[in-house]
Every structure is written in structure tokens, then in C-alpha cells.
């Protein structure tokens, strides 16, 4: 079976974090044992110098999975204007030492990692139309399953929250339908959701997994939506499966599954829900 288990945490606005809660989700990443964990942004509260380190130590404890991130709106200094407009991500680029942007290969699974934020804005995000061409000319044909990771969410559960979408959006998602992207993960609203992209999107030809993922660690909850992340299982085997399983913290920082979701390609590479589960607690 090709198989490939990500899990995709988002928003730990470190800094923000409770006692109790790093250890809490720090036990269930170790039992899940993901290939990679993919962190969308918002990593710190601050971009301030020791919560960027305070992140680097919990990833540090982790164990053998990969960590690749992104940044968020919060990860360039709101203070510091010099370096707000110079060294936009200066604190980022120390901790990870990665590329902005870039494309992760495991197996038959591509992940392309995007950044959405600008050192202009201080919340929203857009993408230049020129900067996606750029990022999706490299042809991995051999990837059979796509996904596109990035801060800024591209659909939202609450009306209130559609002014924090993806700037754009309706531009960028053609060019995702476009160059086949399977499915697109972000952040930043910290209210869990998925859906597929024709509810929002009605007029791309094919239909497109959009999820967005809770706070994972942050005391900056809304209400309903608990610290979270979601596990994110791909296989590749004849009909491409995606499985969605959402992990809700508990009253005794446990992580445990609250919702699974499950999704199929077919021959128009289109993704259909096959079903979802709440599961009882």
C-alpha cells in the first residue's frame, strides 16, 4: 500500500500557548508517527526572537518526523517597522532554514508549500498571479496526488470569516484546478473546516479537497473549536483516497479524533466525499 501520513498543524501562535498543552499533542504526534508534519503559519505571536525559539524547541521534540512550515501574518515583526520592511522573515529563515516556498516529494505525494503573506499587509493574504505560475512550472508528473499548503484559508464554515480569506482567491483556484492540485490546507481563522471546492467554487471543473485547521496549541480558541489539528492520510494505491481525521484536545489535554472524512478521486480527477463520521466522546 502507498501510504503517506501527514499531519498538518496550523496556528500555535507560540507565546499564546497553556501550560500542559505542548506536552498533550506532543504525546499524540508521537504515537501517530507521521511521515511529515506540516505547519501552516502563525507559528509565533510576536515573531519575536524567543517565541521563534520556544517553537524550534517543541519541534526539536517532536521525534523523526520532518517538520516543513510556512509563515504567517504573525510570523513578521507588527513593531519593528525596519525590520518589518527589510528582514520580513528574518526569525523564520533562523529557525527553519527553509525556503519560503517549495516543493516536498514523499513518496508519489507533492506538497507544495506557498507563501500567502506580505510584509505590506498586516492580516489578509494574496498571492501575485505571476509568483503561482512561477511555483507550479516544475513538472512532477510522476506525483500522483497534489496538495498546496499555505497561511490563508480558502474557504471558512462562518460568514463572518469571509473577510479573512485568501485575497484573490478566485484566480488562484483556477490556476490550482489548472495544474491539478488535489487539495489545498491552511490556517489563520482558527475554526476547523472542510469542504469541497464546489461549494464555494462552483464554476473550476474539477472539485478540490479544501481544508482549513484549528489553532493547535493556542489559548486563542473560538468558541466550538477546541485546540486541534488534522491528520492527513494519502493513498495512492489505484483510486487515489484521502482521508481527513480531525484531533480535538480535551479537558486533560488529550488529542483524540472528533471527526473523519473521506474522500476518492475518479476518472475525471475530480474528489468526491464517500462519507463522514463524528466521532462520539
Known amino acids: 500500500m502507498s501510504l503517506v501520513r501527514v ?42 526572537a524567543d517565541q521563534f525559539k520556544a517553537a524550534k524547541h517543541f519541534i526539536d521534540q517532536i521525534g523523526s518526523a520532518a517538520v516543513i512550515a510556512v509563515p504567517g501574518n504573525h510570523d513578521i515583526s507588527l513593531g519593528n517597522i525596519y525590520e518589518r520592511i527589510f528582514h520580513p ?63 490563508h484559508p480558502m474557504d471558512c464554515a462562518k460568514y463572518i470569516d469571509d473577510k479573512n480569506l485568501l485575497k484573490g482567491r478566485d484566480s488562484a483556484i483556477a490556476l490550482f484546478d489548472r495544474h491539478n492540485v488535489d487539495m489545498i490546507v491552511g490556517g489563520h481563522i482558527h475554526d476547523p473546516y472542510v469542504n469541497l471546492s464546489s461549494a464555494r467554487y462552483p464554476h473550476i471543473r474539477r472539485k478540490i479537497i479544501l481544508s482549513v485547521a484549528g489553532t493547535c496549541m493556542s489559548s486563542r480558541t473560538r468558541a466550538g473549536a477546541p485546540n486541534s489539528f488534522n491528520l492527513i492520510d494519502v493513498n495512492t494505491d489505484f483510486i487515489p483516497k484521502i482521508t481527513l481525521t480531525r484531533f480535538d484536545m480535551d479537558s486533560t489535554f488529550h488529542f483524540k479524533p472528533k471527526e473523519i472524512h473521506y474522500f476518492s478521486r475518479d476518472s475525471t480527477l475530480s474528489w468526491n466525499r464517500d462519507s463522514s463520521l463524528i466521532v462520539s466522546t
Open 7 to 48: 499531519v498538518h498543524l496550523s496556528d500555535p501562535h507560540f507565546g499564546t500557548i497553556h501550560m500542559g498543552v505542548g506536552d498533550g499533542l506532543l504525546n499524540t504526534l508521537r504515537e501517530i508517527e507521521p511521515a511529515l508534519i506540516l505547519l501552516t503559519g502563525d507559528i509565533t505571536q510576536r515573531a519575536r
Open 89 to 151: 522573515y528574518k526569525g523564520y529563515e533562523n529557525i527553519f532554514k527553509q525556503k519560503l516556498d517549495q516543493n516536498i516529494i514523499l513518496k508519489d505525494l507533492c506538497i507544495t508549500c506557498l507563501n500567502s503573506t506580505s510584509r505590506w499587509r498586516h492580516i489578509q493574504g494574496e498571492f501575485q498571479y505571476s509568483y503561482l505560475e512561477e511555483q507550479f512550472q516544475e513538472n512532477y508528473s510522476n506525483c500522483k496526488v497534489r496538495i498546496a499548503a499555505f497561511h
